[in-house]
């Protein structure tokens, strides 16, 4: 195998030379200007090391691969009980889609499509101000990453809000099942800025680290945590692609509308991977490809 920094400049050299890049989530304005023509990828290795290809240090908006970092939380707050709330298996729909949320009468299928982001966020306020749950979510990513510079961009939160008429009424709904403790709008306001943490893909690797459970990692996640949470990110982190990405890569990754895409061999690496263009099912489109290309070269896989 050749050595993982010559892999990473062969991929960041084939995305380049296959010049597919995929579309920005358009319905997002603060996202949707965004050039899509770019590529970082970061690899943090069991041994400390850190390999990275492309604009490793450009922040980007992580998107719904903050909903990874707010089920750690809830996890890590209110344990098991987020279960009787939200589902675990995958939905074979659009992330925003609110065909099983009304079949099922408003219990979501997991916590990665919206719905379910959505009510996680909620237990996770439980009782407290918006603020102090943005900052547990903040603070844990921050932890994990060994990083004080993550923060969340305001104009791409409100942003959010000013389009996010498919959120509202999937809060709605949810409120109308009785699965929703708060106002919607309190909800979704903690929900919206949570999604517009910025990251680069440095930090992003880092912070994956202890779902890898690699030796160096900061011990912030409980192992039997990081172990249901790589679960579910194999089975519905990429929403109706997941079991495409599965295929091709092998790997528990997670997806955000923003274009990253958080991937963890478990024990080997934790990858981060962000060209802002997104497939038809919302998740990276040239990421996917470098995954994959990643992969076949490493043979990394939990298969």
């Not at 050749?2 to 579309?23: K, T």
């Not at 800025?193 to 996640?221: D, F, K, N, W, Y």
Request: aromatic share 6%; proline share 5%; glycine share 10%.
């Amino acid at each position: 195998m050749l050595p993982i920094e010559c892999i990473l400049r062969d991929i960041h050299d084939e995305v380049f030379r296959q010049d597919d890049w995929g579309v920005p989530a358009q319905y997002i304005p603060e996202l949707a200007t965004v050039s899509p023509e770019q590529f970082a990828i970061s690899v943090c290795l069991a041994d400390g090391q850190c390999l990275t290809a492309g604009a490793v240090d450009k922040p980007f908006s992580i998107q719904s691969v903050s909903k990874v970092f707010a089920l750690a939380a809830t996890l890590g707050r209110i344990g098991d009980q987020l279960w009787s709330r939200v589902g675990r298996e995958p939905s074979g729909t659009s992330f925003d889609s609110v065909v099983l949320l009304e079949r099922e009468k408003g219990r979501p299928r997991n916590p990665f499509v919206n719905a379910g982001a959505i009510v996680t966020t909620d237990a996770l306020l439980s009782g407290r101000e918006p603020k102090q749950a943005l900052a547990e979510t903040l603070g844990l990513v921050r932890a994990m990453a060994e990083t004080e510079d993550v923060f969340i961009n305001a104009n791409v939160a409100a942003s959010e809000k000013a389009t996010g008429a498919r959120n509202k009424a999937l809060a709605h709904y949810l409120q109308s099942h009785g699965n929703l403790q708060y106002d919607p709008d309190l909800t979704l306001g903690t929900y919206f800025h949570q999604c517009a943490i910025e990251m680069t893909t440095r930090q992003l690797a880092l912070a994956g680290r202890s779902l890898a459970r690699l030796e160096a990692a900061p011990s912030v996640i409980s192992r039997a945590h990081a172990r249901r949470i790589n679960a579910l990110m194999i089975t519905c982190g990429h929403y109706d692609g997941s079991g495409e990405f599965a295929y091709q890569v092998g790997l528990p990754g997670k997806s955000g509308v923003g274009g990253g895409i958080l991937v963890i061999a478990p024990r080997v690496a934790s990858i981060a991977i962000w060209p802002p263009g997104l497939n038809h099912y919302g998740n990276s489109h040239a990421g996917t490809r470098a995954a994959a290309m990643l992969t076949q070269a490493t043979g990394w896989s939990v298969f």
